[in-house]
């Protein structure tokens, strides 16, 4: 990971970024239009949980994984293709 950023500007995507978390549709667009890939933090996340901050074992319980998605803006209508990669591996 070369940065942790809060709020992304898709301006300082690259072609080959790789960008994941949880973005709008519309940004997630820009980051595959300017060649970055978008990994998004998926989650079944219950309606009491929604706006907190989530610790390990509750996104572990939430069935958190990261799945990449290329985006695409169509004639005014985004369309997201979904790939998934797995859930996320606890470390060593």
Do not use: K
């Amino acid at each position: 990971m070369d940065a942790f950023i809060t709020h992304l500007d898709p301006e300082i995507v690259q072609p080959g970024d790789l960008v994941a978390g949880s973005l709008p549709v519309n940004l997630a667009a820009e980051v595959c239009e300017r060649g970055g890939r978008y990994l998004n933090l998926s989650l079944q996340l219950p309606a009491n949980l929604r706006g907190v901050e989530l610790s390990v074992e509750q996104m572990r319980a939430c069935g958190a994984c990261l799945e990449e998605y290329r985006v695409i803006r169509l004639d005014g209508l985004t369309v997201a293709l979904w790939i998934p990669l797995g859930p996320l591996r606890r470390g060593p």
